[in-house]
Nanobody, 125 residues
Framework: QVWLLESGGGLVQAGGSLRLSCVAS????????MGWFRQARGKEREFVAA????????DYTDSVKGRFTISRDNAKNTVLLQMNNLKPEDTAVYYC??????????????????WGQGTQVTVSS
């Protein structure tokens, strides 16, 4: 069992930045691939970014490429999502997820085995 705890969400103006953190416990962190998803009100949960256990492989949804950066610190059991140039359409609850497919960067929810509770990001125009 792996527990994931997100933090760093909040309210920011368009064009601003936030950094989300996700701390994992209960497992061997460097055996998991990690991902970030988001869910806006009334919409399905969607893929945002993912990276492999070593951080060597990353993947991003097109709408955040060039603005968001996913990274991890295996010594601290932490995965980060740096979000720059935020837009109102980025407003959502952001979820951290872990997958046993350590070398992959999966985009589908069913490919992830553990989920955090989410952190709210609100971008005002």
């Amino acid at each position: 069992q792996v527990w994931l705890l997100e933090s760093g969400g909040g309210l920011v103006q368009a064009g601003g930045s936030l950094r989300l953190s996700c701390v994992a416990s209960g497992g061997v962190f460097n055996t998991y691939g990690m991902g970030w998803f988001r869910q806006a009100r009334g919409k399905e949960r969607e893929f945002v970014a993912a990276l492999s256990w070593s951080g060597a492989r990353t993947d991003y949804t097109d709408s955040v490429k060039g603005r968001f950066t996913i990274s991890r610190d295996n010594a601290k059991n932490t995965v980060l999502l740096q979000m720059n140039n935020l837009k109102p359409e980025d407003t959502a609850v952001y979820y951290c997820a872990a997958t046993n497919r350590r070398s992959a960067t999966p985009r589908f929810k069913y490919e992830y085995d553990y989920w955090g509770q989410g952190t709210q990001v609100t971008v005002s125009s």
